[in-house]
């Protein structure tokens, strides 16, 4: 079934977080609904529509920072009562705006996930849960990494609390009280959780799941264990999930999925008979969207997707049909609504004209005068650096609440310095960065927007050691490891901090217990590596020669700045040389393949000149012909490529001849030509002689 929607906006508030937009229950059956939003501002609003006009309901005095918002209510009642939090505190308010619960939950850091659910309040800091009834402490957990959402399974149906945890180290921490009842492991790391159906589904069990890098999912959490449902790949490399919502927007009786992400994206899948998603329709908004819900707002009896963006437009994508646009000729006919909408948003046009001017003159006037003081202008920044799987490389993403101007990227000393130049009203950026493992240091970003007088906000990123690793859940135990093996007088807390340092994904928090284990894969070979320890010892695991080489040079660095005596020993794994070769072996043959084809084309459509068509090629060359323009755009990519492959075949000879205790740094010429003449089996003749 096509489903047909049209954008319209309906007010702007201050900068939104995440889930921090809800609708209030409908009074009657199609009646429209009010919508409660929250922002940086502090500031509740509620309001609805009336002849296309957004109306307040209430509207709450600023203060901190609100960081989610939740509607709750007695079991059996409509779920109207409208939560927020603001650092460690929670605030309710009826659905006409007056105050009646403030209640601090005396946690030392911010509230960044939160859920209401009758008598109960669950809120999350950091690694910290919390689980209140009526106010009252009833239970604590302390989290492994950072907890990203919180949802409990609906107690009027499975019968008893279960809360589930969405955590950054790609886990789902369902619990039983203060304890864990078992991990789910899934594919990235979760940002958002929403009960199926919004009531669970079938026996109440059913959660969906979207993670940072845009994968999205359903789980049955039984009592004995998950059941994965289905798990929807990021095929397109869209932008990460920020907010979910089910809702029958097509109107064929099932609920649909409406996904909002990072990058804009509007998503609506339905189900198909064998409750597989779908995709029915795809709007893309100019930024991220942090809430989404399912309704119907403008218009009774037109359903529709709301959703906040980071700026803080509320905006509807309805079913209700726009008023057509007139040719060329054709006279353009309004309803007296229409007509009444577009002179009040003249009025309030001159209205703000006005206003622009006499603040112009305003601040010329106090800027000449020998007591002025230039005010520095505040303004917000969204900001994400993530590690891509797909493509071994990091995404930068920057968000503004006022146009960019430019942007200047900086790195150790000057070895990266660029700047961008922005078109006007672009408010968010996306940028590659490639790093190399072994060189460590800061990305600095340096964001200057389109304000008067002009300032300047400075985001910095630490790129780590082994920055093209990433956290997996398991590793493969057969593989031909080498060994890294320190041992001195360094507590649980050091060894962990210096493992913060060289590597992601690793929670900065010193975990609980004696000791910990780690699995990482490099994402750009497929290697991995296991990091295990404790006080006094640490044990390393690697299939690649060159990650326990940069491991032992950087740890060695840090043992010593903090004056501490290492003894190291290792075990290097002759096959293991061999064997990260084979890894190399697809991807370099593939680059090598593609230079090849991409220089025989110009020759190719010669003879096609020269022929009058190509149908005298064999197929293999017909095919080249046929991708040419797909081949040059992927060859544009490729001596980067090509070069990240050679030097990390260079830093593997090195490095093996290294634990030998033998400098090979002259016989590296001799390797490139190896190389420029590529045969696997010549390769590793030459790696075994060398």
């Known amino acids: 079934m096509e489903l047909n929607l049209n954008h319209v906006d309906y007010l702007q508030v201050g900068v939104t977080s995440q889930k921090t937009m809800k609708l209030l229950p409908s009074v009657g059956r199609k009646a429209t609904q009010k919508v409660a939003v929250a922002d940086h501002n502090g500031v509740v609003t509620c309001f609805g529509m009336k002849k296309g006009e957004a109306v307040p309901v209430f509207k709450s005095l600023p203060g901190p920072k609100i960081s989610r918002l939740e509607l709750g209510g007695a ?12 650092g460690s505190e929670v605030r309710g308010y009826t659905k006409k705006g007056k105050q009646f619960l403030t209640f601090e939950a005396n946690l030392t850091e911010s509230i960044n996930a939160m859920h209401v659910s009758g008598a109960d309040l669950f809120v999350c800091a950091s690694y910290i849960y919390n689980h209140y009834c009526d106010c009252k402490d009833q239970d604590y957990y302390l989290s492994g990494d950072k907890i990203n959402d919180v949802l409990r399974l609906p107690v009027e149906t499975v019968g008893c609390t279960v809360p589930i945890l969405a955590c950054q180290d790609r886990v789902l921490r369902v619990l039983q009280g203060s304890d864990l009842l078992y991990d789910v492991e899934v594919p990235g790391p979760p940002t958002v959780l929403e009960l199926h159906n919004r009531d669970g589904g079938k026996g109440g069990e059913e959660v969906l799941y979207g993670t940072a890098d845009g994968k999205l999912g359903l789980v ?15 095929e397109k490399k869209k932008g990460g999930v920020l907010c979910i919502d089910t809702f029958d927007i097509v109107g064929d009786g099932v609920k649909d999925i409406l996904v909002g992400r990072d990058d804009g994206t509007v998503e609506v899948y339905g189900l198909d008979g064998s409750n597989e998603p779908t995709l029915r329709f795809e709007h893309v908004l100019s930024e991220s969207v942090t809430s989404i819900q399912g309704g ?37 006919k309004m309803s007296r609504e229409t007509q009444g909408k577009v002179a009040a948003l003249r009025a309030e046009l001159e209205q703000l004209q006005v206003k622009v001017l006499q603040g112009r003159e305003k601040y010329q006037q106090s800027s000449q005068s020998s007591t002025a003081v230039s005010a520095v202008p505040v303004f917000s920044i969204n ?59 800061t990305l600095q970003a340096y964001v ?31 593989r031909p490891m080498n060994t890294l093996k320190l041992t001195g007088q360094f507590s649980f807390a050091e060894i962990h901090s210096w493992v913060v340092f060289c590597l992601p994904e690793v929670p900065e928090k010193t975990p609980a217990g004696e000791s910990i284990t780690f699995y990482f894969q490099n994402t750009f070979l497929g290697t991995q590596l ?23 040079d950087v740890l060695s660095k840090e043992a010593t700045k903090r004056k501490i005596n290492l003894n190291i020993s290792y075990d290097v794994n002759e096959d293991s040389v061999s064997h990260t070769l084979r890894m190399i072996h697809p991807k370099l043959e593939y680059q090598l393949i593609l230079a090849k084809k991409v220089q025989l084309i110009d020759a190719l459509k010669e003879l096609q000149v020269h022929e009058g068509n190509a149908d005298f090629l064999i197929p293999e060359y017909r095919s080249i012909m046929d991708e040419s323009a797909q081949l040059f755009e992927e060859y544009k990519k490729q001596p980067a490529h090509l070069e990240r492959l050679y030097g990390m075949i260079t830093d593997l000879f090195i490095d093996k001849f290294k634990f030998k ?30």
């Open 661 to 690: 205790g033998q400098n090979v740094k002259t016989k590296v010429s001799q390797l490139l030509a190896i190389l420029n003449n590529y045969e696997l089996d010549s390769l590793m003749e030459f790696f075994s002689e060398a």
């Open 296 to 332: 119907c707002i403008g218009k009774e009896m037109h359903d529709e997707v709301l959703t906040t963006t980071y700026t803080g437009w509320v905006s509807g994508l309805t079913t209700e049909p726009q008023q057509m646009v007139a040719g060329p000729g054709e006279e353009i």
């Open 220 to 234: 049955q959490i039984t009592k004995s264990g998950p059941v994965t449902s289905w798990e929807l790949d990021n």
């Open 448 to 478: 200057t927007p389109r304000l008067q007088p002009k300032t300047c906000q400075v985001r910095q990123y630490q790129i780590k050691p082994l920055s093209l690793h990433q956290r997996i859940h398991t590793i493969d135990q057969e």
């Open 530 to 552: 296991e990091a295990t320890y404790c006080k006094g010892e640490a044990n390393f695991y690697s299939d690649n020669i060159s990650t326990i080489s940069i491991l032992k």
């Open 383 to 441: 900001d994400k650096f993530t590690l891509c799987q797909d493509d071994a490389s990091y995404s930068l993403t920057l968000e503004v609440q006022t146009a960019i101007d430019n942007l200047l990227l900086q790195s150790n000393g000057n070895f990266l310095l660029a700047t961008y130049r922005c078109q006007a009203n672009t408010t968010r950026l996306e940028l590659k960065v490639r790093s190399i493992e072994g060189q460590y240091g």
């Open 75 to 86: 079991f059996g009642t409509p779920q109207e009562k409208i939560f927020v939090c603001s």
